[in-house]
């Protein structure tokens, strides 16, 4: 016999329609699970990783011996004895007297008609250092001259020409005229004099 189909066809048609709407949110829901739990054991993984490389670190810090506390004292105290060398020597440097320079300059500002027949010069010494002498009496001057120039010339002009440009000269301070007096030498008539200055002391101001 033909089989014949009562229902009207609306009705099939939405019974489809009604298993559609139900398969798909469970389908939605296992397709979520999965993914939630593929991430879980991606993320458990990973984890591990960091706990056994955080172990690995740890064991290989532990390893590491510790350092002897009275060599580290040593070279502290090494450290702190070099600094004290390198400030020490800083400090001679800066007081250190550039002779060169002044002599340079003291070429540079001796007119041609002066001769000198003897320069003294000493550097002068820190109060810090130097040996204490006998206390000076009162008024006497503190500073002793560090510069002299014992010299001729053939007149008091030019003696005075010679004070002018040794007052410009930076490195040299207190520049005063001793002496200054008319002489022979051989048959020639010739002013001899003696010029005093301190030496600016190094790093002081102008």
């Known amino acids: 016999m033909r089989a014949i189909n009562l229902l009207p066809r609306d009705d099939a048609r939405g019974g489809r329609q009604a298993q ?6 469970v389908a939605a829901a296992v397709l ?9 054991l991606s993320a458990s993984g990973k984890v591990k990783s960091k706990q056994a490389e955080l172990a690995t670190l740890k064991d290989e810090l532990a390893s590491i011996p510790t350092p002897d506390a009275s060599k580290v004292q040593s070279q502290n ?25 002044i002599f ?7 007119p041609e008609d002066v001769w000198l027949a003897t320069l003294s010069a000493k550097a002068p010494v820190s109060s810090s250092v130097a040996s204490a002498p006998a206390p000076p009496a009162a008024g006497a001057p503190v500073a002793a001259t560090q510069f002299t120039l ?8 030019a003696v005075a020409r010679l004070l002018s440009r ?5 490195d040299l301070v207190n520049v005063q005229l001793q002496q200054s007096t008319l002489t022979k030498v051989g048959t020639a008539q010739v002013v001899h004099f003696v010029i005093a200055a301190d030496i600016r002391t190094p790093g002081a101001g102008s």
């Open 32 to 40: 979520l699970t999965a993914l939630t739990s593929a991430a879980f």
């Open 104 to 110: 340079r300059e003291l070429s540079l500002v001796l």
């Open 77 to 101: 105290a090494l450290a702190t004895d070099k600094q004290t060398r390198v400030t020490a020597l800083g400090t001679a440097l800066s007081r250190r007297v550039a002779w060169d320079r």
């Open 150 to 157: 014992d010299g001729y010339t053939y007149s008091h002009a």
């Open 20 to 25: 559609w709407i139900v398969l798909i949110p």
């Open 166 to 170: 040794l007052s410009v000269l930076p």
